[in-house]
C-alpha cells in the first residue's frame, strides 16, 4: 500500500511568487489534514478535509492561503502570493474515519526569499 | 488555546530506558498521541492513550494521567535508531481529531 505522497519535495520561490503544493493520501481515507512547521517551532495544524468537504480550517494563517480537495482525492494548498514567513515545511496526513492514527506524507520544503 | 510541552532534549545510552514527558494545557480534550520524525521527515505514528494508564506496543509504552494532564512516552532497550524527535499531540477540541503537538524532543542515543 502506498503512503501519503506530497509533491513537490522542495520548493524555493521569491515573495510576490504563487506556489502550489499536493498532496495524494493512502487510497480510502477521507481525512485530509495539512500541518506546517515554521522553522523552530512546533508543527501546526492548518486545515482537515473529510472527503471533499472542509471541516475545519481554523488554522489557516490567512486568506493567501487556499486548499482544495477535488473529488474527495488528492488536495492542493495554494499560496498567493508567498510571503517570508511562509517559509517551513508543509506536512499532509490522512486517516480513516473514526481513527486516530494519521499516516504523514514526507513533506514540502517551502523557502520564500 | 492548547499548549504542551515537553523536554527540548534527552540523551541517553544504547540499551538505557528514557522516559520523554509531556504535560499539556488544552481547551478539549480526546486523547494523547506520541509521534516519531527522524531527520526531519514524516512524522510516524507510536501510540495513542485516551484513558488513564500504561499502553505498550514493543519497545514503546505510553503513559497518560488526565487528571494531572500528564503523559509520557517511555522507551525501552534503547537502539541508536531511536535517535530522533519525539512529539507528543493533543486530539481534542472542536472535533475531527486535528492534532495540537509539542515542541519535540530531540533523543540522542549515545554508544
Known amino acids: 500500500e502506498a503512503g501519503v505522497t506530497q509533491f513537490p519535495s522542495h520548493s524555493v520561490i521569491e515573495k510576490g511568487q504563487t506556489v502550489t503544493l499536493r498532496c495524494d493520501p493512502i487510497s480510502g481515507h477521507d481525512n485530509l489534514y495539512w500541518y506546517r512547521r515554521v522553522m523552530g517551532k512546533e508543527i501546526k495544524f492548518l486545515l482537515h478535509?473529510?472527503?471533499?468537504?472542509?471541516?475545519?480550517e481554523s488554522g489557516m494563517p490567512n486568506n493567501r492561503f487556499l486548499a482544495e480537495r477535488t473529488g474527495g482525492t488528492y488536495s492542493t494548498l495554494k499560496v498567493q502570493p508567498a510571503e517570508l514567513e511562509d517559509s517551513g515545511v508543509y506536512f499532509c496526513a490522512s486517516s480513516q474515519l473514526a481513527t486516530y492514527e494519521q499516516y504523514f506524507g514526507p513533506g514540502t520544503r517551502l523557502t520564500v526569499t | 488555546g492548547q499548549s504542551l510541552e515537553q523536554p527540548s532534549e534527552v540523551t541517553a545510552v544504547e540499551g538505557a530506558i528514557v522516559q520523554i514527558n509531556c504535560t499539556y494545557q488544552t481547551s478539549g480534550f480526546y486523547g494523547l498521541s506520541w509521534y516519531q520524525q527522524h531527520d526531519g521527515g514524516a512524522p510516524t505514528f507510536l501510540s495513542y492513550?485516551?484513558?488513564?494508564g500504561l499502553e505498550e506496543t514493543g519497545r514503546f509504552s505510553s503513559f497518560l494521567s488526565r487528571s494531572d494532564s500528564y503523559g509520557y512516552l517511555l522507551l525501552q532497550e534503547l537502539q541508536m535508531k531511536d535517535s530522533a524527535s519525539y512529539f507528543c499531540a493533543v486530539t481534542g477540541g472542536g472535533g475531527g481529531n486535528k492534532l495540537t503537538f509539542g515542541t519535540g524532543t530531540q533523543l540522542k542515543v549515545e554508544l
Open positions: 478535509f473529510v472527503k471533499e468537504s472542509k471541516q475545519d
Open positions: 492513550n485516551a484513558l488513564d
